[in-house]
């Protein structure tokens, strides 16, 4: 058997109202520090996002998911934030705030492979 890895994710969840704390899940950010890997995986749903709120921001909120997909790739596409290390780029997202597009809770597992685990939790929590 091959050797696993610790991973940490967090849900993306797009939260349209905030007074209203309702949320659909939007996206994961998985972050493997010993294969210094971070990825950010999204999909919007829009019909769940305008039953939440008829008047949302669907370019708005896509633009944003798109913001942090960049931010994890790095290089140019992600700013100043660009250079900074994968652990450095994941724990800024991570960290909590009260806006649109919000992380979740960071939770950790096992893997030898963390873009499929990627994948894995798009598939299971988001798609």
Known sequence: ???RDVFEYALLRV???VERGEQINAGVVV????????T???HLDE???????PD????GVRALLDAVERHCAGGDGAG???ADDAGRRYRWLVAPRSTVVQPGPVHTGLTTDPAAEAERLLDLLVR
């Open 31 to 38: 972050y493997c520090r010993a294969q210094s890997y971070v």
């Open 56 to 59: 949302a921001d669907v370019v």
């Open 15 to 17: 939260v349209p109202r």
């Open 40 to 42: 950010a995986l999204t």
């Open 1 to 3: 058997m091959s050797e």
């Open 80 to 82: 100043q934030a660009g």
């Open 47 to 53: 019909a769940r996002l305008l039953a939440l709120d």
